[in-house]
């Protein structure tokens, strides 16, 4: 690509790895999204912010006027649910979106990860949406497709993904016994208790996606849930409260605590799959989470790139000095400078490798890769995140820069869609499976070793 401009949020080293893999609509797309972002979006965020009432319940009752406005330019230049890629997914969906492969994409999504309030949504990228669309047109019956994912991906309503349950250890899916949904005859009664349950705020949400128990004395714990869809308008869903993240509420989708109570729902509507998708929540779940998982580590990279410019551009300022000199002729602001980078590069080809590989071969056979992204880029963005806050001082905590809003969301990360402590487990239980196959090839080595000495007329050193 000989634009310049990609070099400024992909080094040439990366991007020369990844080039010959893109196709020229995509080039063109990543440039065009380029624009949208720094034209158009990166302006617009504090009036988003302004055109949001300050408290009360009118906090949860509008959209920013500069949302609708921000979606209908992407719309016109072809930045509309670039995260769906092309192939397979793409047909189900309609034919509607990107048509990138997931490396393309990864790398956009980094764009986007610049303004992580905004960008995803005005392009219609943005989570907990992109995974439910995925729900609906993987594993949707036609009605369901036709009744919510088509205005789905169109932006015009927002939905939930409801799992985490309220006094439950939900890092342990299997744990989650206190949502049920009963089946009686033709219907499918609700009732739980969940929180943490994102976009449930939001006055556009129209679906939220329950997790819950349809056979609880099934002897697979991995086949007693099954998802249901409940619209929030229905009679029984109650919104208790919106969550507060370091005093961020995330207004106006919010992350809120609900409760369903005797909520009716046809099976055939409302069980994810109809009837045939009872207890097949865990299996849906697990094609849902993985894609999502990848896609929150892509924006990370953007969050973590975003957080060193602000760090450069502070510790380079004139005005800022201490002790007779400028904050970058401090020898530990140029080793934070550097640790950054390096650490931000590490952390992108590991996105970008699993990105690849679901494309490769498919996100099941690519979740050793996702994992190990999940809990390595947060991490990473976090300590890019925290120096850049100390460099900026008490202006670095509080509303005047993005770095807290940052700091909370990639703080999240550790937590959704699972802990690190779970991937990591995961990931160590992979590797050690390569034990058998190690033992042959250093056995191996040994036996050609001691022929070697003996043909030799040599005795082998004991070390």
Not at 105 to 125: D, F
Not at 206 to 229: C, G
Request: glycine share 10%; aromatic share 6%.
């Amino acid at each position: 690509m000989s634009d310049q401009r990609i070099f400024q949020y992909v080094p040439s080293g990366a991007w020369g790895l990844v080039e010959p893999l893109f196709s020229q609509r995509a080039k063109s797309l990543l440039l065009t999204l380029i624009d949208f972002v720094e034209n158009d979006v990166l302006p617009a965020e504090n009036l988003f912010h302004a055109q949001l009432a300050p408290h009360g319940p009118e906090r949860w009752k509008s959209i920013p006027a500069v949302l609708e406005e921000l979606k209908n330019k992407a719309k016109k230049q072809g930045l509309w649910n670039l995260w769906l890629s092309k192939g397979e997914f793409s047909g189900m969906a309609g034919g509607s979106g990107g048509g990138l492969t997931n490396l393309e994409y990864a790398v956009m999504a980094e764009i986007m990860g610049h303004s992580v309030i905004l960008a995803p949504q005005a392009t219609n990228c943005s989570a907990p949406d992109t995974g439910n669309m995925e729900v609906l047109a993987r594993f949707g019956t036609q009605a369901q497709k036709d009744k919510y994912l088509g205005r789905l991906l169109q932006g015009e309503i927002r939905s939930s993904f409801s799992m985490t349950e309220y006094g439950v250890a939900s890092s342990d899916a299997t744990n989650l016994k206190n949502t049920t949904a009963r089946v009686e005859g033709d219907k499918v009664i609700v009732n739980g208790h969940k929180w943490w349950i994102s976009g449930a705020g939001d006055p556009r949400n129209a679906i939220h996606i329950v997790l819950a128990v349809t056979d609880p004395s099934n002897p697979s714990p991995h086949k007693r849930h099954s998802l249901v869809l409940v619209q929030p308008s229905s009679k029984g869903v109650d919104v208790v409260r919106p969550l507060q993240v370091f005093g961020y509420d995330d207004a106006p989708e919010g992350h809120c605590e609900v409760k369903y109570k005797d909520v009716v729902i046809g099976v055939e509507e409302g069980i994810v799959g109809g009837r045939a998708g009872l207890g097949r929540g865990f299996e849906i779940i697990q094609a849902r989470l993985g894609p999502g998982r990848l896609h929150h580590c892509m924006r990370s990279i953007g969050m973590a790139s975003k957080a060193l410019e602000l760090l450069m551009q502070r510790v380079t300022d004139p005005i800022r000095k201490t002790f007779g000199k400028e904050l970058h002729q401090h020898g530990t602001i140029l080793a934070d400078i550097a640790n950054s980078r390096a650490e931000i590069d590490q952390a992108r080809l590991l996105v970008l490798a699993a990105a690849r590989q679901i494309d490769l071969h498919g996100a099941k056979a690519a979740m050793k890769d996702i994992g190990i992204s999940k809990f390595t880029v947060p991490t990473m963005a976090l300590r890019v995140v925290d120096r850049a806050i100390q460099v900026h001082g008490a202006e670095g905590i509080c509303q005047d820069t993005h770095l807290p809003y940052f700091y909370a969301q990639l703080r999240t990360l550790r937590f959704a869609d699972g802990p690190d402590e779970v991937h990591v487990q995961q990931i160590g239980k992979q590797e050690l499976k390569r034990v058998p196959m190690l033992r042959e090839r250093y056995d191996g080595v040994r036996k050609r070793e001691e022929a070697l000495f003996k043909a030799h007329g040599k005795v082998k050193a004991k070390l």
